[in-house]
């Protein structure tokens, strides 16, 4: 869910969630196994909003300023100053051409991936199974809320916070989160 769902006045208490017993947790959230009412998850939905994450908007100059935060760009830059100093002027000049062409490329790779990647997050909407009203039917992840009952198979993405009240078989591939291979 959002990041200040939990000032939501539906929310589990924090670090205590895996606690609770099934029945406690469904009673917390008002919700129980058939899932819940339409009209309710409406109200909900108002209440705590889109099951979105909120974009990180990185504005240009910060993808400016980043190309200048390493260790070889200083050691150019000190180069070039040495150079100046020693007046070699056209060693400092190479060095400083090179460095600004190096900050020029990187921000525009930089810039247009991250323009690239906001498009295609547009682009991409994730639906799950959700049961509500006791009928299962196939929603935005954006529209879910907390109490709703999700239906996992094989191969789904788990598309919020989530409390198991059965499961059979369960594994999860976390490399997207931690950028591990196995």
Same mark, same amino acid.
Not at 48 to 60: A, C, E, I
Not at 92 to 116: H, K, P
Not at 146 to 152: K, T, Y
């Given at each position: 869910?959002?990041?200040?769902?939990? &000032?939501?006045? *539906?929310? $589990?208490?924090?670090?205590?969630?895996?606690?609770?017993?099934?029945?406690?947790?469904?009673?917390t959230?008002? &919700? =129980?196994?058939?899932?819940?009412?339409?009209?309710?998850?409406?109200?909900?939905?108002?209440?705590?909003?889109?099951?979105?994450?909120?974009?990180?908007?990185?504005?240009?100059?910060?993808?400016?300023?980043?190309?200048?935060? &390493?260790?070889?760009?200083?050691?150019?830059?000190?180069?070039?100053?040495?150079?100046?100093f020693?007046?070699a002027?056209?060693?400092?000049?190479?060095?400083?051409?090179?460095?600004?062409?190096?900050?020029?490329?990187?921000?525009?790779?930089?810039?247009?991936?991250?323009r690239s990647?906001? =498009?295609?997050?547009? $682009?991409?909407?994730?639906?799950?199974?959700?049961r509500?009203?006791?009928t299962?039917?196939?929603?935005?992840?954006s529209?879910l809320?907390?109490?709703? *009952?999700?239906?996992?198979?094989?191969?789904?993405? *788990?598309?919020?916070?989530?409390?198991?009240?059965?499961?059979?078989?369960?594994?999860?591939?976390?490399?997207?989160?931690?950028?591990? &291979?196995?």
């Amino acid at each position: 869910m959002r990041p200040d769902a939990s &000032s939501s006045p *539906i929310a $589990l208490p924090f670090g205590r969630a895996a606690s609770l017993t099934q029945e406690e947790t469904l009673a917390t959230l008002a &919700s =129980s196994p058939k899932g819940l009412e339409n009209a309710e998850a409406k109200q909900r939905h108002a209440a705590v909003g889109p099951n979105l994450l909120r974009p990180q908007l990185t504005p240009w100059w910060r993808h400016l300023v980043r190309q200048f935060a &390493s260790p070889f760009i200083y050691l150019l830059i000190g180069a070039a100053a040495l150079s100046l100093f020693l007046d070699a002027k056209t060693d400092a000049a190479f060095i400083l051409v090179f460095v600004l062409l190096n900050t020029v490329i990187g921000f525009l790779q930089e810039y247009r991936s991250d323009r690239s990647l906001r =498009s295609l997050q547009r $682009l991409v909407v994730r639906h799950t199974h959700v049961r509500r009203g006791g009928t299962t039917t196939f929603l935005p992840t954006s529209e879910l809320v907390p109490g709703d *009952i999700l239906v996992l198979e094989a191969g789904d993405t *788990i598309a919020a916070d989530v409390r198991f009240l059965g499961e059979t078989s369960v594994e999860c591939d976390e490399s997207v989160l931690t950028g591990e &291979s196995v």
